[in-house]
């Protein structure tokens, strides 16, 4: 006897839109987040999603999942948080910081 072809139905869907028992079955598939089974989806006008598969026993779900990508990260690599510039323990001293001899110590009182 040869087994009849069955194929599964192939089903692209948000999350939001699963019923809620779907929705729980999901989460306790990937208890520890999405983020290891996520996949990125390109589509053909040059949009993307991201999507994670869950199957059931009719049908073979690839879930949407909200990503907000964070756009500023690029801008703040880019900032100079150094604009005033650097100065070494020399200069500091030259401008009047305090020096070993101005505090009372002397070369033998200091350990390093």
């Given at each position: 006897m040869t087994?009849?072809?069955r194929t599964k139905k192939h089903i692209v869907t948000s999350l939001h839109?699963?019923?809620t028992e779907m929705q729980d079955t999901l989460k306790e598939k990937y208890p520890y987040g999405f983020t290891d089974a996520m996949m990125r989806v390109d589509k053909p006008n040059g949009d993307f999603f991201y999507a994670v598969p869950f199957d059931t026993e009719e049908i073979a779900y690839l879930v949407k999942i909200d990503v907000k990508i964070?756009?500023?990260a690029a801008e703040e690599?880019?900032?100079d948080y150094y604009e005033d510039e650097l100065?070494?323990?020399d200069d500091i001293q030259e401008e009047g910081g305090s020096?070993?001899?101005e505090v009372?110590?002397?070369d033998d009182d200091i350990s390093i």
């Open positions: 087994k009849p072809n839109n699963l019923p964070d756009d500023n690599d880019e900032k100065k070494g323990a020096s070993a001899d009372g110590e002397t």
